[in-house]
């Protein structure tokens, strides 16, 4: 089925102090993408800003700095401390194994405007475990 093809939704990661919680999309853009869609088993993914799948709260990581080659958002570079980031501005990923399957496009950074497919799912990576619910 698509499923096993494609997925997209809100990101939820578990960081360092063991806080799972959605991903803030500051500074979220394709590099951050692509690993949290490797790590759920797809070969690629594009961002998607501005909550488009809920709104979020009580963020686990903001301001998450991928080079695209990590195993997992967790080896990415983010930020714990003192995280603000304002409701409406969780992180989406639309992960897919095909470049050219669903007509999908590779989005810019999340400062951008960005085009989402609503799905209702929420994409879960969570250390090594990963799910998609």
């Not at 903001?62 to 080079?67: D, G, L, Y």
């Not at 669903?102 to 999340?110: D, Q």
């Not at 929420?122 to 475990?129: R, Y």
Request: hydrophobic share 30%; with cysteine; charged share 20%.
């Amino acid at each position: 089925g698509i499923w096993d093809t494609y997925c997209a939704g809100n990101v939820y990661a578990r960081n360092q102090f063991d806080l799972i919680g959605p991903v803030c999309d500051s500074d979220w853009g394709p590099e951050e993408a692509t690993v949290v869609c490797r790590q759920l088993g797809y070969n690629y993914g594009s961002p998607i800003c501005q909550s488009r799948f809920g709104y979020e709260e009580n963020f686990a990581m903001m301001n998450v700095q991928c080079s695209g080659n990590e195993m997992k958002i967790q080896d990415c570079e983010y930020l714990v401390d003192n995280v603000y980031c304002p409701t409406g501005n969780a992180a989406g990923a639309e992960c897919f194994d095909d470049m050219g399957q669903y007509g999908t496009t590779f989005a810019p950074k999340c400062d951008t405007t960005t085009t989402a497919v609503h799905w209702d799912t929420t994409t879960t990576a969570e250390n090594w475990d990963t799910t998609t619910t």
